[in-house]
């Protein structure tokens, strides 16, 4: 008995296209798609697990039954050996589990596989079954049936979509129109890759033959890939649909039907031959064939579609083309083929009247076209970059990756259009694309495949001399891979006298990447940093190849696996992959591509093993998050590079930059940074540095930004030092904080000149960022001293400056160029920028800034004060979502000019109850308050205030000058409050304070 049932379930298993890994007692493990690739393996497994359960219905009835487990992964293949397995990993543990799970006759199918046959079965409702090692248990389901041979193309609950075929479309209704007037066959050829648009531009064809009158006779087949008696398989459905036989009917409804072409029963494997010698019974079938074609030909055109022709057998394309040949009538055969049919067939159509369509991947606007029309004109923002690039023009990758985002909730209806999430790192090609494109891979000869392999290594752009010395042992053909139109040769060459190529589609590039094992793929990864580094000579511009090759080639997870036996290949490897990384880091910090460098950074403290150096590495980390404004992150780098760092210069320093980056960026967290923090970094720096040294310079710079009105003594003694010391950089921030110091105090000249002299040593500076900073804070001197004509040049200048930098310093761009307008009382230009603001606080929401809020803040008062009364209640509540908190000292000033615009009295009372201006330096918060008393009328406070901004030659006096001449009733204090603003160009504030009269 159980000799039996091996032989059947082997049977069975191979007839579906598997391989049986093994039997074990009366246990049967079956793979499919490997060792070689299946594009439907899935599909083909699960077709096999339910021929298993009838197989042994048969053969047993009810005594015996299968509990059948199926599942859906990457795992390891080996070399098959006797009584042992060739396949391992996850995923054959999970299938052994659901096997247990499963009840008797019952197939268990894990989520993997569900999602990959989606259409083509039928399933029960989810389940969850316990397994060893998987806590949440193991998501699957119950098989039902079968619903299809081979799984529907299209998602579910999309719309259809034909673009980009308009061509195509042409040759086929010549073709049809000539067929039909000449009444003489014609066969035409649609060749293209898996999923490039094959079926989908026949069934376009075919609904347009639908409309004609007379209508149309059309007859379908299709070719499968795998399965017994299959020969004449897509004909037998052509006869089947004219006869209208059914799949349940006996053999005698069939024969009925023929009457008496009763030898086209072959077609459907009845024995019908009577003893006739083979040939002569296949030249009776032929002819057969196209008599009955004739006959339902001269009746009114017909065309016939033969799907998948590089699947059929050598008879049934023989016939193919005698039907071609000899059929006398308008009768139109189209077949269906993948690119390396003509190789298997090279003389395909030649006997006969031909025409080949080749069908070419979408142009990336009909792309964009055809994804609008999937989604029903609701593209959303970020999906042409996910989709279209990856897919890069076919149709069924395009549809599969749609699927999965949809099935992996990636992508959502929201409000009768659709919504992106972001991608997370492990979304990867989908099953369904991977297996079409691993099984045309798997179609190479080995040596060519490994070729191909050895390109995806190196990159989507590769070139013939490396890929040689990494598959040095075999002696791949590049052309094939070339005619197999895999790759594609470029016009020139980056390597001096190296050929250029390119991997076709991304998809298959990873794709044959993702089929080399992982101890293969290192070594390949390490061959080629090595190559690259001998061959290039070390250059600078290579540092971000050699950085992720060598990498790759250690990896913490396959290290071992890789280079087990060779500990000391692996610490070099190591060595050469950090110095690379912090090399290639250095640049991309260098070129402000931020997130670029911090990438290479992070891999290089995966990497590091020693204290010291990660120290160093996180110092990086912190410096580079500076640049970008990401507060959090510096300070959390920053507090790791202190871990089991003893050495006292060493810390001091650390403190030094913790406490001088969070005092002068005092606006990059959500949350304003505790001032105790900050002042016990200062100490904590300023006890540990040297006298002499830079970190001591720094604490005292951190000092007077933090606390400028009792710094003054501090920044005089950074600026001495920063002389001692020749460093430029701190010498331009001492000054700085010489300008902030002054500033505190209602200095305003003093404060200009210190941020005069920063002005003027910009030429030697190198560093953009610095830059960026010295105009952003010298705004800040130039207005108070009502320096209109210098603040434009400063913010313009910055502007420029800051063009190629992070989106955080654009940012800071827009609410400089506002900060001018608005002082200046230009509405209608603030107003304007608000069409840079917005977008500038949308590219900046990943940091913080406490000026995402204030540029909303500014343009949303611009539009009160013009009238724009909706537009300015949505920009701000557009800057209250942003949540910033801690921050009223710089939103609560534009906050009461707005509720002075609404004339909302009770906000201004309830604002000036919860908050006071600071010091000089708080300009705007001194003028929106005098603003406030005078909106109130509170008349005896602004003779209490107002008197000591009468600051002469500043900004500030006009503004003092006409609250004290309201609140003294006074015209000619208001007068020269006029003659103030008018000598400064305030012709809006001008205008304002003449109505006081």
């Known amino acids: 008995m159980l000799e039996r049932f091996y032989d059947a379930m082997a049977a069975e298993i191979e007839a579906a296209g598997g391989t049986v890994e093994k039997f074990a007692g009366d246990a049967v493990m079956a793979v499919f798609g490997a060792p070689a690739s299946l594009e439907d393996h899935a599909e083909r497994a699960l077709h096999g697990a339910l021929a298993l359960q009838r197989r042994l219905r048969e053969l047993f009835g009810e005594t015996l039954a299968l509990r059948i487990g199926v599942n859906t992964g990457e795992v390891v293949v080996g070399t098959p050996r006797e009584g042992s397995s060739f396949v391992t990993g996850d995923p054959v543990n999970v299938a052994a589990r659901l096997e247990q799970a499963a009840e008797p006759g019952e197939i268990l199918v894990g989520e993997r596989t569900i999602a990959t046959v989606?259409?083509?079965?039928?399933?029960?409702?989810?389940?969850?079954?316990?397994?060893?090692?998987?806590?949440?248990?193991?998501?699957?389901?119950?098989?039902?049936?079968?619903l299809s041979l081979m799984r529907p193309r299209g998602v579910g609950g999309l719309r259809r979509a034909f673009v980009g075929r308009d061509r195509e479309m042409d040759a086929l209704e010549r073709a049809y129109a000539e067929v039909a007037n000449r009444r003489e066959p014609q066969l035409v050829t649609i060749l293209g890759d898996a999923g490039v648009g094959k079926t989908r531009i026949v069934r376009e064809f075919w609904e347009r033959l639908g409309g004609r009158s007379p209508e149309t006779l059309r007859r379908?087949?299709?070719?499968?890939?795998?399965?017994?008696?299959?020969?004449?398989?897509?004909?037998?459905?052509?006869?089947?649909?004219?006869?209208?036989?059914l799949e349940s009917d006996p053999p005698t409804v069939a024969l009925e039907r023929l009457g008496s072409r009763e030898i086209l029963g072959l077609t459907l494997g009845l024995d019908v031959t009577h003893g006739l010698h083979p040939l002569a019974a296949r030249d009776r079938f032929q002819d057969a064939w196209v008599g009955f074609l004739e006959e339902i030909a001269a009746e009114r055109p017909t065309v016939v579609l033969i799907e998948d022709v590089h699947w059929g057998e050598e008879q049934l394309l023989d016939l193919l083309e005698r039907i071609v040949r000899d059929t006398r009538g308008p009768l139109l055969l189209i077949a269906t083929a993948r690119p390396e049919f003509l190789e298997q067939r090279p003389g395909w159509g030649s006997r006969g009247r031909a025409t080949t369509l080749e069908l070419d991947a979408l142009s990336s606007d009909d792309a964009v076209q055809l994804l609008d029309e999937l989604l029903g004109g609701t593209l959303p923002a970020g999906l042409r970059e996910v989709v279209v690039q990856r897919a890069e023009g076919n149709p069924f990758f395009v549809e599969e990756l749609l699927g999965t985002l949809i099935d992996r909730q990636l992508l959502e209806r929201q409000n009768g259009s659709w919504r992106l999430a972001e991608l997370p790192a492990d979304f990867t090609v989908p099953d369904t694309v991977q297996a079409v494109v691993a099984a045309r891979v798997d179609l190479l000869d080995p040596a060519e495949k490994q070729a191909l392999q050895a390109a995806s290594v190196i990159g989507r752009i590769f070139w013939a001399g490396p890929v040689y010395e990494l598959v040095h042992d075999s002696e791949p053909d590049l052309r094939i891979l070339e005619e197999r139109d895999f790759i594609r040769r470029r016009p020139g060459s980056s390597i001096a006298g190296d050929r250029e190529y390119a991997i076709k589609h991304a998809l298959t590039r990873e794709v044959a990447y993702a089929g080399l094992p992982k101890a293969r793929r290192a070594r390949l990864h390490a061959a080629f940093a090595r190559w690259l580094e001998r061959t290039g000579d070390g250059r600078d511009e290579d540092a971000p190849i050699l950085a992720h090759h060598y990498a790759e080639a250690v990896r913490p997870d396959d290290a071992d696996l890789a280079w087990g036996s060779a500990e000391g290949e692996l610490l070099e490897?190591?060595?050469?992959?950090?110095?690379?990384?912090?090399?290639?880091?250095?640049?991309?910090?260098?070129?402000?591509?931020?997130?670029?460098?911090?990438?290479?950074?992070?891999?290089?403290?995966?990497?590091?093993?020693?204290?010291?150096?990660?120290?160093?590495?996180?110092?990086?980390?912190?410096?580079?998050?500076?640049?970008?404004?990401?507060?959090?992150?510096?300070?959390?780098?920053?507090?790791?590079?202190?871990?089991?760092?003893?050495?006292?210069?060493?810390v001091a320093d650390t403190y030094s930059i913790l406490a001088f980056q969070t005092a002068t960026r005092a606006a990059m967290w959500k949350r304003r940074p505790d001032r105790g923090l900050i002042a016990g970094w200062i100490d904590r720096a300023l006890e540990l540095s040297e006298p002499d040294a830079a970190a001591r310079a720094r604490a005292l710079i951190a000092r007077t930004y933090f606390d400028p009105e009792g710094s003054g003594d501090a920044a005089r003694e950074a600026g001495d030092l920063a002389e001692r010391l020749g460093d430029i950089e701190l010498r331009s921030w001492a000054w700085g904080a010489g300008s902030e110091a002054a500033l505190s105090r209602g200095d305003y000249d003093e404060a200009f000149d210190w941020a005069r002299r920063r002005f003027d040593i910009v030429p030697e500076l190198t560093d953009p960022d610095h830059i960026a900073l010295i105009y952003l804070f010298g705004l800040n001197a130039c207005i108070p001293i009502g320096r209109f004509d210098q603040a434009r040049w400063v913010s313009e200048t910055h502007d420029a400056v800051t063009s190629n930098l992070t989106p955080h310093h654009r940012l800071h761009a827009v609410a400089m160029l506002i900060t001018v307008e608005q002082s200046a009382g230009r509405w209608e230009a603030v107003r304007d920028l608000a069409q840079r603001a917005e977008p500038a606080v949308a590219a900046n929401i990943a940091t913080p800034c406490a000026l995402n809020v204030w540029s909303l803040l500014a343009c949303a008062l611009a539009n009160f004060l013009l009238g724009n009364e909706q537009e300015a209640r949505r920009l701000e509540r557009s800057a209250e979502d942003l949540g910033m908190e801690g921050y009223s000292h710089v939103f609560d000033p534009i906050f009461i000019e707005i509720a002075i615009a609404r004339?909302?009295?009770?906000?201004?009372?309830?604002?000036?109850?919860?908050?006071?201006?600071?010091?000089?330096?708080?300009?705007?918060?001194?003028?929106?308050?005098?603003?406030?008393?005078?909106?109130?009328?509170?008349?005896?406070?602004?003779?209490?205030?107002?008197?000591?901004?009468?600051?002469?030659?500043?900004?500030?006096?006009?503004?003092?000058?006409?609250?004290?001449?309201?609140?003294?009733?006074?015209?000619?204090?208001v007068q020269q409050a006029i003659e103030k603003y008018d000598a400064m160009g305030l012709e809006w504030h001008a205008a304002q304070t003449r109505e006081l009269m």
């Open 118 to 146: 989606r259409g083509a079965f039928e399933f029960a409702e989810p389940q969850t079954v316990e397994a060893k090692g998987k806590p949440g248990g193991v998501e699957c389901r119950r098989l039902v049936r079968g």
């Open 573 to 650: 490897l190591r060595a050469c992959a950090l110095a690379w990384l912090r090399r290639a880091a250095e640049r991309a910090i260098g070129r402000f591509e931020i997130d670029e460098g911090l990438a290479l950074l992070h891999r290089a403290l995966a990497l590091e093993s020693d204290q010291a150096d990660r120290a160093a590495l996180w110092r990086e980390v912190g410096r580079a998050n500076v640049f970008k404004f990401d507060g959090e992150a510096f300070w959390e780098a920053m507090l790791n590079s202190l871990e089991g760092t003893t050495d006292p210069t060493t």
């Open 903 to 973: 004339g909302d009295l009770a906000e201004i009372e309830r604002k000036l109850g919860e908050w006071h201006p600071g010091g000089f330096d708080d300009i705007d918060g001194l003028i929106a308050r005098l603003n406030a008393l005078v909106a109130l009328e509170r008349r005896a406070e602004i003779e209490e205030e107002a008197p000591a901004m009468v600051k002469p030659k500043t900004y500030l006096e006009p503004f003092a000058l006409r609250a004290l001449g309201y609140a003294r009733n006074d015209i000619g204090l």
């Open 220 to 245: 379908t087949g299709r070719c499968l890939s795998y399965g017994q008696g299959i020969t004449y398989w897509p004909l037998a459905e052509v006869l089947k649909e004219h006869l209208g036989i």
